[in-house]
Structure formats: C-alpha cells, structure tokens
C-alpha cells in the first residue's frame, strides 16, 4: 500500500493518480491489508466512486462497494407490501 501511495505522490496526471487511488482500495477490499476491516475497504471504493464518476474503473468500483456492504446488511424476513 505504502507503494502505491508514493506513485501517487510522484504522478502527474490525474489519470494515474486515480489508478493509483482505485487499486489502493480495490487490494484492500479483496484482501485484509493494513489492518483494514472490509467495511473500511468498502468506505474507501465508495469514496472512490464519489470522486470519479467519469473514471474507466466506475462499474467495478460500484461492484466492490456492494460486495464490501453486503456482510453488513440484516435480512428482516419477507416484507409485506
């Protein structure tokens, strides 16, 4: 992780730093690095998302999001409409 972030630190364009930035949170929501606990990992992509709705990297950030929320998520039973 430190790695990447000295990447960003260097980069000059935006492009590369936002790489930086998404792959930084996609290591930590696919494995426990840091000490990151999966909800953290999720915040980070979520906030990934946030930043750079333009970004290539869009569609699996959003899917990272769900699959790092989703153990967070109580099933109360079938709802009646």
């Not at 709705?53 to 099933?75: D, K, R």
Request: aromatic share 12%; proline share 5%; charged share 20%.
């Amino acid at each position: 992780m430190s790695a990447l972030e000295g990447i960003k630190d260097e980069a000059a364009r935006s492009e590369v730093k936002q790489d930086v930035e998404f792959y930084a949170a996609l290591a930590a929501s696919r494995w426990p690095v840091g000490g990151l606990e999966i909800s953290e990992a999720g915040k980070l992509m979520a906030d990934f998302v946030g930043k750079y709705p333009q970004n290539y990297h869009y569609l699996e950030a959003n899917e990272m999001v769900a699959t790092c929320s989703w153990p967070t998520w109580t099933y109360k039973g079938p709802q009646v409409l």
